[in-house]
């Protein structure tokens, strides 16, 4: 008996049906941050099994918040194909976001990489894979995935982590970013952290609740990530990301070629003035002590380096 639409939504967890339809509201606003046809269309296909998420208060700022950084992701994936217009970009952790859609400049190699049962999802939802659009069903942390987009390894990469390595232990999240970087040199990274402060914050908030995932890795500073391409042997350490000017600096002496993490910029929600936030914008000072959530932009060591 073929599964009915409640049946397959079910399926999926309300995360991830949640940022559905709040993509979905938003690309209805006139002033709307972000345009995610696919979340109206799957949200007006389904409204019955949607239509929960209109009983539920939700707050306005976490909305807009929510959306702003998605905005951001799309844009970082927009100005690395404006630079590669032929790279490959592998979406960790994609959930039911649209981004290929959103972003496809006509050349891009896409991967839309989940667990197992994330992916069977979107192929029940959203169809099968394209001719530059592939689905990966499998932890971030098997090295299968690695295997199956290095068939492109002579192009330029990039890497979005949206909203995933949060949940993964610090040691994890420094084997994944060495072996991209050792397996990719001059690959781009792009991810959010949070401070270690606010991991714990999160997760004495959640201990009373339902809710059994726990965040597990945060940083203070990108300079921590940067650390670790230092640890290779001989490699320099760097430090800070690259100024108003465009210079970044450096410090360390002999190093490997193209062993060094750098980080290019970062992002925050209080970094430009968002009319939306204009409320809020007393959080501003906060937010900058206590960084609940920032957008990191790295790169992996240097093409041709190692």
């Known amino acids: 008996m073929p599964e009915t639409q409640s049946q397959i939504l079910s399926a999926a967890s309300e995360t991830s049906l949640m940022a559905v339809y709040i993509r979905a ?19 007006a296909q389904m409204s019955d099994e949607f239509a929960r998420f209109e009983q539920i208060p939700m707050n306005d700022a976490l909305k807009v918040m929510r959306n702003l950084a998605t905005r951001e992701y799309d844009r970082q994936a927009r100005d690395f194909l404006a630079r590669h217009p032929d790279a490959v970009v592998v979406h960790i952790g994609c959930g039911l976001d649209s981004r290929f859609e959103r972003v496809d400049n006509g050349q891009v190699e896409w991967y839309d990489l989940d667990l197992p049962e994330v992916i069977e999802l979107r192929r029940k939802l959203y169809g099968d894979e394209g001719e530059r659009h592939h689905l990966l069903g499998c932890s971030v942390l098997d090295n299968a995935w690695l295997e199956a987009v290095s068939v492109h390894r002579q192009r330029p990469f990039l890497f979005l982590a949206e909203v995933v390595l949060v949940y993964l232990e610090q040691e994890q999240v420094k084997s994944l970013v060495l072996r991209l970087r050792d397996r990719f040199p001059g690959a781009e990274l792009v991810f959010d952290a949070c401070s270690p402060l606010h991991v714990w914050v999160a997760n004495r908030q959640t201990a009373s609740s339902k809710l059994k995932v726990h965040l597990q890795w945060g940083i203070w500073h990108g300079q921590e990530v940067e650390k670790w391409g230092a640890s290779t042997p001989g490699a320099a350490s760097t430090s800070g990301a690259a100024s108003t000017s465009g ?7 002999a190093s490997t070629p193209g062993a060094a993490i750098r980080l290019l910029d970062e992002w925050g929600y209080f970094d430009e003035p968002e009319p939306r936030l204009a409320p809020l914008r007393w959080l501003r000072p906060l937010e900058a002590a206590i960084r609940t959530s920032r957008i990191y932009h790295f790169q992996l060591g240097q093409a041709g380096g190692i």
């Open 25 to 43: 509201m938003e690309s209805q606003r006139p002033d709307a941050l972000i345009k995610d046809e696919k979340a109206v269309a799957l949200v």
């Open 247 to 253: 210079a970044a600096s450096t410090s360390g002496t």
